[in-house]
């Protein structure tokens, strides 16, 4: 069963522009991780979050969570067309001890040149 | 290292046939996650593993399934009866290590694509 649900499911913003994706979960996580996968290919780990953690960046991108909302958001600042992809959180879940990733349905982001 | 290295990248076959699919960890990870994607699934669970270890298969759709991880270095997945339903992408992916204090990212091989005719 799937954990997160992003929001949206499809994003189309011009070259530039600022994009955000929403994730939704449904249990108490140890950390929640956004991927990006391009199309035909595997998936790229691109920053992880720990549940204690609220804020964090790596270069362009900027990841906040909220756990008492149980959602966490994924700002790409200054979209470029190499930003075409399809952006998955993924929780593991806290709910268990035995450890796992979990894969929430994704956004399809494109960049219009 | 090379990475999470998967075989085959791509696989046809027919209705009945068993399927291997197999999968090389990094070096040193801990880890090991089979995952199955789908149009209208999604990212799907199937198995993993730590320290070679079938910890959940919760994930596994049916008993046609099965997976080993014999030793640090090599998984299989198998499918035997394949069906049709069963055409997917599988990827597999590693990690050091999972929880609170230990969690890092994964890193996933290229996928087998399967089609089932």
């Known amino acids: 069963s799937q954990q997160g649900e992003e929001d949206p499911q499809a994003l189309s913003i011009q070259e530039g522009e600022n994009a955000t994706m929403n994730c939704s979960y449904k249990t108490s996580i140890n950390n929640l991780q956004w991927y990006r996968q391009n199309s035909g290919r595997g998936l790229v780990h691109l920053i992880l979050i720990r549940s204690n953690e609220r804020e964090k960046h790596s270069g362009r991108l900027r990841v906040t969570l909220d756990t008492s909302k149980k959602s966490s958001s994924l700002l790409i600042t200054a979209s470029r067309a190499a930003d075409t992809a399809s952006y998955f959180c993924?929780?593991?879940?806290?709910?268990?001890?035995?450890?796992?990733?979990?894969f929430g349905s994704g956004t399809r982001l494109s960049i219009r040149p | 290292d090379a990475g999470v290295i998967q075989s085959p990248r791509h696989e046809v076959t027919e209705m009945g046939q068993e399927v291997t699919l197999r999968c090389k960890p990094i070096s040193g990870h801990d880890y090991l996650f089979w995952y199955r994607q789908t149009m209208m699934r999604g990212l799907e669970l199937l198995i993993y593993f730590n320290n070679n270890v079938p910890i959940d298969d919760s994930g596994m759709p049916e008993d046609r399934f099965s997976a080993k991880m014999p030793n640090a270095s090599f998984s299989t997945l198998k499918i035997q009866p394949s069906e049709p339903r069963d055409s997917a992408v599988y990827f597999c992916?590693?990690?050091?290590?999972?929880?609170?204090?230990?969690?890092?990212?994964?890193?996933f091989g290229q996928g087998t694509r399967l089609t089932v005719v």
């Open positions: 993924a929780t593991d879940p806290a709910y268990s001890s035995a450890s796992k990733i979990i």
């Open positions: 992916a590693s990690s050091q290590g999972q929880g609170f204090l230990h969690s890092t990212e994964a890193f």
